[in-house]
């Protein structure tokens, strides 16, 4: 079975500053994708990024860089300079490859979420 | 365009009534699927329908109707519910499965009350 932790229930910086959101994943399958998600109050979840398990390159895009190990099955999300604007609860989500006709790779296991708070 | 757009934004609704969701996307995207979303906790995956099929039901109560009349649009219907079945409720949709082809694009939900 596959699971998604996220240790960190809230965090609340002041603006400019780095965050760093974690999260702790577990499958049992080879192939794998990891997702981050953005819920702002209106309620739409906003997809960020997608890895698959083969690719263990970190990525960066503006102020948003993840942070890919498997050797820790980590996949962790880093905000630099943080705004206002990114006050949200982010989760974090695998995806087990499975078989395309139809199985397990069209669920998407969330964490419990990560109530980011940016004052100003 | 990375629309998935869900009617209405907001809705209350006595434990009688029917009443139902409404959920289209323009991407070309072949699954669809319904998630329930209580306040404070992740999206819980509901319905899957792949190819306009129903592909997955994670045990859902008969009192919740998913339909697909075509590959644009998913409904939700809702009979007989509970109060406790007050929840935000997120329409998805992705090219195929989540995996390597692409990601779920996520409507911006219906918050339902029952009364």
């Known amino acids: 079975a596959q699971k998604v932790t996220q240790a960190q229930t809230e965090i609340s910086v002041v603006e400019k500053e780095d965050v760093t959101l974690d999260c702790v994943y577990e499958t049992r399958d080879t192939t794998y994708y990891l997702f981050w998600y953005k819920q702002p109050p209106s309620g739409e979840l906003v997809f960020l990024i997608r890895r698959n398990s083969f690719d263990e390159q970190n990525e960066i895009s503006g102020r948003y860089s993840w942070n890919f190990q498997k050797s820790t099955s980590s996949f962790n999300f880093t905000i630099t300079a943080s705004q206002v604007v990114d006050s949200a609860v982010y989760f974090c989500?695998?995806?087990?490859?499975?078989?395309?006709?139809?199985?397990?790779?069209?669920?998407?296991?969330f964490g419990k979420g990560t109530l980011l708070t940016v004052n100003p | 365009d990375t629309e998935v757009t869900q009617t209405p934004k907001h809705l209350v609704m006595g434990m009688t009534n029917k009443k139902s969701l409404k959920c289209e996307q323009h991407?070309?995207?072949?699954?669809m699927y319904w998630y329930k979303q209580k306040a404070k906790k992740p999206p819980e995956l509901m319905f899957v329908?792949?190819?306009?099929?129903?592909?997955i039901n994670e045990s859902v109560p008969s009192r919740f109707s998913p339909e697909c009349p075509n590959s644009s649009l998913l409904n939700l219907h809702l009979h007989a519910l509970q109060p406790e079945d007050s929840a935000l409720y997120l329409c998805?949709?992705?090219?195929?499965?989540?995996?390597?082809?692409?990601?779920?694009?996520f409507g911006q939900g219906t918050r339902l009350t029952v009364v």
């Open positions: 989500a695998l995806s087990e490859g499975g078989d395309r006709s139809g199985g397990s790779n069209y669920k998407l296991t």
């Open positions: 998805a949709s992705s090219l195929s499965g989540t995996g390597a082809w692409t990601e779920a694009f």
């Open positions: 991407m070309g995207h072949r699954a």
């Open positions: 329908y792949s190819y306009e099929k129903l592909s």
